[in-house]
């Protein structure tokens, strides 16, 4: 079983950077895929960026140039670096353990930081 822990939310102004933690506790920590959503209110949950277990990135393309997702595998610590950050990137940040590809029970998720970017 594996516990997420987010931190690094807060209030920042447009054009500002963030950087979110997600910290996984448990065993096994590279065998499983990471992504960050986000979700504002009165909106779906949406994905923002994802690492494979091989390393490959993906982004969504409203955060692709200005977001970068990362792990620190010996402080099994997965970041989202957010800068040029806009209005829009407002919301409540999640991170997610997807291990299904191995085991259909391994899906964990964190319990959220807000971000909120406004002047």
């Known amino acids: 079983q594996v516990q997420l822990v987010e931190s690094g939310g807060g209030l920042v102004q447009p054009g500002g950077s963030l950087r979110l933690s997600c910290v996984a506790s448990g065993s096994s920590f590279s065998a499983y895929t990471y992504t960050w959503y986000r979700q504002a209110p009165g909106n779906q949950r949406e994905w923002v960026a994802r690492?494979?277990?091989?390393?490959?990135?993906t982004y969504a393309d409203s955060v692709k140039g200005r977001f970068t997702i990362s792990r620190d595998t010996s402080k099994s610590t997965v970041y989202l670096q957010m800068d040029s950050l806009m209005p829009e990137d407002t919301g409540v940040y999640l991170c997610n353990a997807d291990g299904t590809s191995w085991n259909p029970n391994f899906y964990y998720w964190g319990q959220g930081t807000q971000v909120t970017v406004s002047s």
């Open positions: 690492l494979t277990t091989g390393g490959s990135t």
